[in-house]
């Protein structure tokens, strides 16, 4: 029989998560097991997301993967334990009209080729880890035709990328840290869907870092041997927050919410800077941004804008309400004004719309902004350039889908190569 | 009888301190107690120092202060407090020459005029408070003849400012946190005096500023209402640290005394941030600091230099000896140097015979420094011009000392009023 020359394949898109309760410090590294709960939000996939095709063909002579174009290797721990627990959870597939006809035994013999891109970029410091370990489990799951629900991919998901398991679902997620020793309970599972808070709007500043960063996988791991305030806040903070943040977002508490955002956020930098050697993740601006947020809470009586930092000095400002979030967006480009000659809307991307409804959409629109009433003093000049690359505005947003348009995939059908 | 007008004054030197283990918290607002136990090393009052001039004369009509020339108030409570826990342990006083003559319990009756003068500025964030009290305490236990040891004056300074009460003796110093209500076991105590380690050279970097700082007072009442590790830090953590550096000290065990004084001084920036709302005291410049030191300690081994930073962006690097100062100045001068036309004596100050020792004295000798081998990368460019506004080069030094020269005095002997 001649080979078999079919490329059966599937694309997906999956979104990206900051989490408000973090996530730093594991207790079993090479099942990635946390050792606290966390809880995030699916950020919209329109605006930030990856999309992976994979496809599985009696052609291909190995496994093989391309992220944003340039092939990768898949022989680390990560990649492995991701493909050998989808694989072993791979079902029958048929496609009369290709002439694909797949059994569970095959997959174990078959190869793959891989393909992912985010639409972010990776210097950017916005977690596409997360966003590509879930594509990755996700689309693969589809081309498997693999029974399990999100929550369970999301324990394989885990063990690539451990914040990638929360974004197997949209809207707000908790990471359970699980007992089990294999980790089979240390799952995602969704709390409210994107539409259960659809006021919210986030802005995030992507602020201009002269510095490689530490890893997040060898910083929480100096983290957990070195901090002596990583238990603590482990064992007796986490676990409070979790219930309240559970219970603020169950009720749509903004104020709650933020409180517990913004702490925990900062909790997550405390412990970095008791880290031996200290991680410092947040830098002067990312120091200005809170500072003028802060103040902004504190002048209205009842937050406006909750604050949350990864491990880098992006801010991400999550804004009551639009009304909020285009009075923040004037008040932050009074603060950080783009360089002369910048094009607004490369400056603010994502949702863009807001420009227009915060007045910034004319010319020399941001020298005629005025410094907003309750936050001067004390946050420094107006004349800050450079230390924002650019903002991002979006909002919650939705889980994995697939693709189904083929113009989507990035691996021809034909070859099963990057196209 | 005709007015009496004769004036009786003392003039003092005070140093000031940094802590190694650091006091933030209090247990008791208004007696000044610690929610934990910190240790000092005192600095040379020759390059650092408080002179107060202190007189007593029955033609002065009320208390009054002058500090660095401009006259204050001795209204608020740590001021009053000072004064009425050293009058009321004041003695009889008698010197014939100048017709003198006080009884113990005239004291209560006559009125005081003190003149202080710091020989470094308050804006550069040096904890002139401590040095300040300390030697307002000492000078007026010498003018009243007061009989305690230093230990139970260092009680009553730290009515004044906390930290004041460990500026009563000279080379390294405990604040024992005590545990009676009324603060009277709540003293400092030397460990060892300032010829016991002698080998240390202390730099300081004073590191330009831009944002007004939040005080410590306040700052460290925020910390203990909001932080949730505090708490642990100061039953768990401190405890053990306080043993480990009276070890090391004792030891002269360098290696031990910078691994507790980064991470004592870490930890406590890390409450600051977990304050809500945070309170940050390091920027940017400090950071590269701590990563040049950082790098290059692991870079040789075994620890060179210590740091640690108080409530304010500057640095106290200390290193183990003469050599390796030179070496960490060519280092701190590659990545800080100053800017064009500064005079380099106006730039490194204090034990500036360093600056020879660092071939440094010379025209344009900064720009002809080579990047040390162990620390390149990652810290950023050699462009950073005004981040450090200057160094001081000092040492572990002597405690309080009259100073019995009348030229030092600053206050006239004939009128009691500031020269």
Same mark, same amino acid.
């Given at each position: 029989?001649?080979?078999?020359?079919?490329?059966?394949?599937?694309? =997906?898109?999956?979104? &990206?998560?900051?989490? +408000?309760?973090?996530?730093?410090?594991?207790?079993?590294?090479?099942?990635?097991?946390?050792? *606290?709960?966390?809880?995030?939000?699916?950020?919209?996939?329109?605006?930030?997301?990856?999309?992976?095709?994979?496809?599985?063909?009696?052609?291909?002579?190995?496994?093989?993967?391309?992220?944003?174009?340039?092939?990768?290797?898949?022989?680390?721990?990560?990649?492995? *334990?991701?493909?050998?627990?989808?694989?072993?959870?791979?079902?029958?597939?048929?496609?009369?009209?290709?002439?694909?006809? @797949?059994?569970?035994?095959? /997959?174990?013999?078959?190869?793959?080729?891989?393909?992912?891109? *985010?639409?972010?970029? &990776? #210097?950017?410091?916005?977690?596409?880890? #997360? =966003?590509?370990?879930?594509?990755?489990?996700?689309?693969? =799951?589809?081309?498997? *035709?693999?029974?399990?629900?999100?929550?369970?991919?999301?324990?394989?998901?885990?063990?690539?990328?451990?914040?990638?398991?929360?974004?197997?679902?949209?809207?707000?997620?908790? /990471?359970?840290?699980?007992?089990?020793?294999?980790?089979?309970?240390?799952?995602?599972? %969704?709390? =409210?869907?994107?539409?259960?808070?659809?006021?919210?709007?986030?802005? @995030?500043?992507?602020? $201009?870092?002269?510095?490689?960063?530490? $890893?997040?996988?060898?910083?929480?791991?100096?983290?957990?041997?070195?901090?002596?305030?990583? %238990?603590?806040?482990?064992?007796? +903070?986490?676990?409070?927050?979790?219930?309240?943040?559970?219970? #603020?977002?169950?009720?749509?508490?903004?104020?709650?919410?933020? !409180?517990?955002?913004?702490?925990?956020?900062?909790?997550?930098?405390?412990?970095?800077?008791?880290?031996?050697?200290?991680?410092?993740?947040?830098?002067?601006?990312?120091?200005?941004?809170?500072?003028?947020?802060?103040?902004?809470?504190?002048?209205?009586? &009842?937050?406006?804008?909750?604050? &949350?930092?990864?491990?880098?000095?992006?801010?991400?400002?999550?804004?009551?309400?639009?009304?909020?979030? +285009?009075?923040?967006?004037?008040?932050?480009?009074?603060?950080?004004?783009?360089?002369?000659?910048?094009?607004?809307?490369?400056?603010?991307?994502?949702?863009? $719309?807001?420009?227009?409804?915060?007045?910034?959409?004319?010319?020399?629109?941001?020298?005629?902004?005025?410094?907003?009433?309750?936050?001067?003093?004390?946050?420094?000049? !107006?004349?800050?350039?450079?230390?924002?690359?650019?903002? @991002?505005?979006?909002?919650?947003?939705?889980?994995?889908?697939?693709?189904?348009? !083929?113009?989507?995939?990035?691996?021809?059908?034909?070859?099963?190569?990057?196209?």
């Amino acid at each position: 029989m001649a080979a078999e020359k079919w490329v059966y394949m599937v694309t =997906a898109q999956t979104p &990206t998560n900051i989490a +408000v309760i973090k996530y730093w410090g594991k207790r079993d590294e090479v099942r990635i097991l946390p050792v *606290n709960d966390s809880i995030s939000v699916t950020l919209d996939p329109d605006h930030l997301c990856t999309v992976t095709t994979v496809a599985v063909s009696p052609s291909f002579d190995r496994d093989r993967m391309w992220l944003n174009g340039k092939e990768i290797s898949l022989s680390g721990s990560r990649y492995q *334990n991701c493909l050998r627990e989808i694989r072993s959870r791979g079902g029958d597939v048929e496609d009369k009209e290709k002439g694909v006809k @797949i059994e569970k035994k095959d /997959w174990e013999r078959l190869n793959l080729h891989i393909a992912s891109h *985010n639409n972010f970029p &990776t #210097a950017a410091g916005l977690a596409s880890s #997360a =966003a590509g370990f879930a594509c990755l489990v996700f689309s693969l =799951a589809k081309l498997m *035709n693999v029974e399990e629900d999100p929550s369970q991919l999301s324990a394989i998901a885990r063990q690539g990328s451990g914040s990638a398991c929360r974004s197997l679902f949209g809207g707000f997620v908790k /990471w359970k840290m699980g007992s089990k020793d294999d980790g089979s309970d240390s799952v995602a599972v %969704q709390l =409210a869907d994107e539409k259960h808070w659809d006021d919210l709007v986030i802005i @995030i500043a992507v602020v $201009s870092s002269r510095q490689k960063e530490t $890893s997040s996988t060898s910083g929480m791991r100096e983290s957990v041997e070195t901090s002596l305030l990583l %238990q603590h806040r482990a064992k007796e +903070v986490v676990p409070k927050r979790i219930v309240q943040m559970e219970e #603020a977002i169950k009720n749509r508490d903004f104020a709650s919410f933020t !409180q517990l955002s913004c702490t925990d956020s900062n909790q997550f930098h405390a412990v970095c800077l008791d880290t031996s050697p200290p991680i410092f993740y947040m830098n002067d601006t990312s120091h200005r941004i809170i500072s003028l947020v802060e103040k902004w809470n504190r002048s209205e009586g &009842t937050p406006q804008v909750a604050y &949350t930092f990864d491990a880098g000095p992006n801010a991400v400002l999550i804004a009551r309400n639009r009304k909020v979030a +285009v009075q923040l967006l004037q008040g932050l480009l009074y603060y950080f004004p783009p360089k002369s000659d910048t094009d607004m809307k490369s400056y603010v991307v994502g949702d863009n $719309s807001i420009l227009k409804e915060a007045g910034l959409d004319g010319e020399n629109s941001v020298e005629n902004l005025q410094p907003p009433p309750e936050i001067r003093d004390n946050i420094g000049s !107006q004349d800050q350039k450079g230390e924002v690359s650019y903002f @991002i505005c979006t909002r919650p947003g939705r889980g994995p889908v697939v693709l189904p348009d !083929q113009t989507q995939a990035l691996l021809d059908p034909e070859t099963g190569l990057p196209k």
